[in-house]
């Protein structure tokens, strides 16, 4: 029937045709995607993972689920859909990764070199030999196009086509976790004194130092937009520094108890939040990118080893025993689809009007007849 009216008023310009037209697009049925979503990654511990929202996909690496481990690997998810659409082995105990998201290149730090994933060929290509103990990674793709790693007392600054060092410097008693700001500027935390220390990214001079409260300077991230840095600690407390000045700009409590040890950090680039977890259990929270204080907890199944955000469509992919799982952090996501929707629903309403009133026209005498 409804059929049968559509093709009866499509060459008459029937309007009521149009509107109904405009009114079934505007109810169409969305696939609707139930968060937390669990993405299993066989029988592993998945330990670090990036996403490259430029290409759609995400990077999880991981050691057999088994003491002493029997294989490592390296998994491709496809973040549109969720799944685990290829893995390949490594040849070393995997740790922390970093993404050169304009050559397409995925570093994958091991014990003591760099096995290289190239994104075009979606394969495994060369290796980087580090020769010592790989604590952290970062690839620079502002300012020295160079990939740094922390090992023992010392960074290291890798040319990462040639793979030789082609500068190092000295982080007191033992070099932990980095951070990169957009202007050059390299931060990395000095764990067992709890201290900061900032290069020049380009040829590794030390321009400052920051001290903070508390023990001990893990892994850090920095929100681009209001330039500072959070920092995890052993600690419940994630310390907020001022990338500008190097000052300590707050402490915030993440975990309830002096048990609490606060471990990853990740910053959603395009709203400005800030996610940490910590231990132990799979605790991660939401904290103001303004470093004031927290806005909300959720809870992974387990332990989380890594977290990386997809800032295109706001989820955060949370490493844990055997799993993958993705949360929605979008705060305006409702508020975007009510737009939207209501912006089809205005067009809607002003395509009618013009049409009735069309209409209207047609069907008014003509005066003198």
């Known amino acids: 029937m409804l059929l049968n009216s559509l093709n009866q008023g499509r060459g008459k310009g029937n309007p009521l045709v149009s509107i109904l037209f405009l009114t079934l697009l505007l109810f169409q049925p969305a696939a ?15 330990i670090s993972i990036v996403v490259d929202a430029k290409r759609g996909f995400a990077y999880v690496d991981g050691t057999s689920g088994i003491y002493p481990p029997t294989g490592f690997s390296f998994g491709i998810v496809n973040v549109t859909s969720h799944e685990v659409v290829k893995v390949l082995p490594l040849d070393e105990i995997p740790g922390v990764m970093a993404l050169d998201q304009e050559g397409g290149n995925v570093y994958i730090a091991g014990n003591a070199s760099i096995q290289v994933f190239n994104e ?19 690839y620079d793709g502002s300012i020295s196009k160079n990939v740094f790693v922390t090992a023992g007392n010392n960074v290291y600054a890798l040319d990462p086509h040639s793979g030789k060092i082609v500068g190092n410097a000295t982080v007191g008693n033992g070099a932990n976790g980095m951070a990169l700001d957009s202007t050059g500027k390299l931060f990395v935390a000095e764990y067992p004194d709890s201290e900061i220390f900032v290069f020049k990214a380009e040829g590794l001079s030390m321009i400052g130092t920051v001290r903070l409260p508390t023990c001990c300077a893990a892994q850090m991230a920095i929100d681009p937009r209001t330039h500072l840095l959070f920092a995890t600690t052993g600690t419940r407390y994630v310390e907020v520094v001022d990338t500008q000045d190097y000052t300590l700009v707050n402490s915030l409590q993440v975990g309830s108890s002096d048990l609490n040890s606060t471990n990853v950090v990740a910053v959603d680039n395009e709203t400005g939040r800030v996610y940490v977890s910590s231990s132990p259990g799979g605790s991660i929270a939401e904290l103001d990118g303004s470093g004031k204080g927290s806005v909300s907890k959720f809870r992974a199944d387990g332990q989380v080893a890594g977290m990386a955000v997809d800032s295109s469509t706001h989820e955060l992919f949370a490493t844990n025993y055997h799993q993958v799982t993705v949360f ?3 705060r305006t996501r409702i508020l975007l689809v009510g737009l939207a929707l209501g912006a089809v629903a205005a067009a809607v309403i002003a395509v009618a009007a013009v049409l009735i009133m069309r209409v209207r026209r047609r069907r008014r005498p003509v005066e003198g007849r």
């Open 32 to 46: 609707v995607v139930s968060y937390p979503v669990t993405i299993l990654y066989g029988r592993s511990w998945p």
């Open 120 to 138: 075009g060929n979606q394969s495994m290509g060369r290796t980087i030999v580090v020769g010592h103990p790989i604590r952290s990674i970062e």
């Open 328 to 330: 929605d952090i979008s």
